[in-house]
């Protein structure tokens, strides 16, 4: 089937000449009247944008999954590729429609600040689509190489004359430069505003919003990048120990000298936001562990003597010296384990204090003392650690009050939430149709299963990247 030409609404042509028309009769407008202009001219451009990538696009893989019986992608592939592009398509277009609305009753109603407050609580949706972006491409990449089919839509569409021949991928890309375009915009918006102006506080307001959205993003994408690392780490590592846990972020590494008995053993640092681990290199490049100290219970001192002079310790029930290379080094050392004690101790303080809201799902169940069964569905794609299954499905008894459950859970307008929460699951093996009940943590994009609530290191996580959850039932 042809790819169709995309554009966008007709009223947004009937707009642009109604603007124009005012410039050429000379009529003379405030600098902010020029900005908003620019902001609308931005978005229906970036408009066309997701036109091609969702309609041209996605929408020519789903026509020929309906109408043939073989599927291009199968949905958790394209859940992958696509990510919330969809959303962010709707989100916008109603975004455009206000906008042309306003530009064109400027003389009645001259202002664009509270259109633009009214939108940017739903940019944090952002979040989603960069977070997913890199992985977003891999699969796309692969696919591509995979399948004639796929790569023969793809060939069409960058032929399309809304294209202009450029990659798709290129297209794909525009969402992650949206925020930093919209603060831009709105920080040339607002400079532009009287100081008297009835619009200046929602624009400032907008603005702010805008800025925390950016800020999240740029968040959500240490995060991911940190996990990862972390990930990579832990396969440096030989025999059962867990360095891959719910919150962990990887701060530092570099060799040091272990001072054990007067004997001096060469090893290396791994510093994490948590948990400070000494190991020893192998002869294969990998690491074995010597031991662990808690970060938040450590306590570092510099001990420089004539036999030490770059010597420091380091406590927690126990006492451990260790000597830098040079003095430079050990500062260094000094410096970011102070640095990561000073922000552990904060993080578990701002923890005991936060207030949770309460889970409606849970709390209903409970009093009712009916049991929910939810379905977790994984793409074939991902990668499952441990011994956790494909496709899972765990029974959630909340007629047992968890130890604690705790909720941090930051929505995106109703659609992707990126939730922090803990409790006691059932989960089905599929092999032998038992349930297994476990303590589970999900943090980031992460689901993390422990034997016990008390455990500190994990017996399997699960990405949630491309992942389904859905309410199965719900039992007496």
Sequence with gaps: EDIPVISPPSRSESMRSSIASDDIAGVKRPKCFYVAREILTSER????GLLLVEKAFHGAIKTYNLSNKTQILSEPV????????????????????????????????????????????????YSTYSIAFESAQTTLAQWVKKSPELADIVKRVESTPPCKSMAITSFMLT????IPRYRLLLQDYVKHLEPDSSDLADAEEALEIVSQAAAHMDEQCKKLDNFQRVIQIQQTFIGKETIVSPG??????????????????SSVLHLFSDILIVARSTRHGLYRVQFKINVPQMKVQDRKTEVLPNGFSITDQKLYVFEAKGAEEKEKWLEVLEEAIKRSTEEQAQHMNVVFPTNTLSTLLRKKKLRAQAELEVPAEAKVSSTEVARQSDEIDTTMAPRRLSFICDTEAGLDAFCQTSGYLKQKSRIYEL??????????????????????????????RGCKVSLARVVS
């Design 45 to 48: 451009t970036y408009f066309k």
């Design 78 to 125: 394209m859940r992958v590729i696509f990510s919330n592009i969809g959303e962010l398509y709707e989100m916008h277009k109603g975004l455009m429609i206000d906008l042309e609305k306003r530009l064109r009753s400027w003389d009645e109603t001259p202002r664009l600040g509270d259109v633009l407050r009214e939108w940017a609580p739903y940019f944090r949706m």
């Design 175 to 178: 969402p992650i430069q949206r």
């Design 248 to 265: 962990r972020e990887f701060i530092a590494k570099g060799p040091i000298t272990y001072i054990n008995d007067k004997q001096k053993i």
């Design 435 to 464: 349930w297994r009940r476990k303590w589970y943590e999900v943090s980031g994009l992460q689901l993390f299963s422990f034997g016990h609530h008390d455990d500190k290191d994990p017996v399997g996580f699960q990405p949630l």
